[in-house]
T-cell receptor, first 119, second 113 residues
């Protein structure tokens, strides 16, 4: 079974600075997707960024970018120019690109990193 | 706003009781997923439906059941509730149930006293 590990339960960053959140995963598969989700105090799970394992190029979405190291099974999230609205729980998630059984799409989540932004 | 609607937002009930959580997926999405978020277990996949049929089961207890109706809304039924069932229950939807991204609702906070 796949596992996702986020080793930093909490992190903080100064407003306008850059922060990197770590994520490692364990899988025997070669084809999969990786995600970062943000959960603000409003509780909603918001998709921040997505990476396909077959793509060598790291995904970027505005101020958010990833460092995907497939051999090391590492998938870190970099937030540039941090804003107060970035304060939230961030979850790393894994999904196989091949269906399991009847064809499913199961996200396996890490435990999350709580990010605080200091004004 | 993700377009996924969950009701109620909060639910407080007693041990041994039964509750029903409701989810309306985004317009056009055929697949619905249920997840449980608790402090000790994190986010756990419970069950997935696609166009009315069960697609996959995760860590769902036998006391829990779900279904997806012809209009594609879904309900998660939790019975014989225990204190440990207190959690945030998320519904998510996606277009095809395989490759398209999941969009999550705001969750239902269940408190069992």
């Amino acid at each position: 079974a796949q596992t996702v590990t986020q080793s930093q339960p909490e992190m903080s960053v100064q407003e306008a600075e850059t922060v990197t959140l770590s994520c490692t995963y364990d899988t025997s598969e070669s084809d999969y997707y990786l995600f970062w989700y943000k959960q603000p105090p409003s509780r909603q799970m918001i998709l921040v960024i997505r990476q396909e394992a077959y793509k060598q190029q790291n995904a970027t979405e505005n101020r958010f970018s990833v460092n995907f190291q497939k051999a090391a099974k590492s998938f870190s999230l970099k937030i540039s120019d941090s804003q107060l609205g970035d304060a939230a729980m961030y979850f790393c998630a894994y999904r196989s690109a091949r269906s399991s059984g009847a064809g499913s799409y199961q996200l396996t989540f890490g435990k999350g990193t709580k990010l605080s932004v200091i004004p | 706003d993700s377009g996924v609607t969950q009701t109620p937002k909060h639910l407080i009930t007693a041990t041994g009781q039964r509750v029903t959580l409701r989810c309306s997926p985004r317009s056009g999405d055929l697949s619905v997923y249920w997840y449980q978020q608790s402090l000790d277990q994190g986010l756990q996949f419970l069950i997935q439906y696609y166009n009315g049929e069960e697609r996959a089961k995760g860590n769902i207890l036998e006391r829990f059941s779900a279904q997806q109706f012809p209009d594609l809304h879904s309900e998660l039924n939790l019975s014989s509730l225990e204190l440990g069932d207190s959690a945030l229950y998320f519904c998510a939807s996606s277009v095809d149930g395989q490759h398209s991204p999941l969009h999550f609702g705001n969750g239902t906070r269940l408190t069992v006293t």
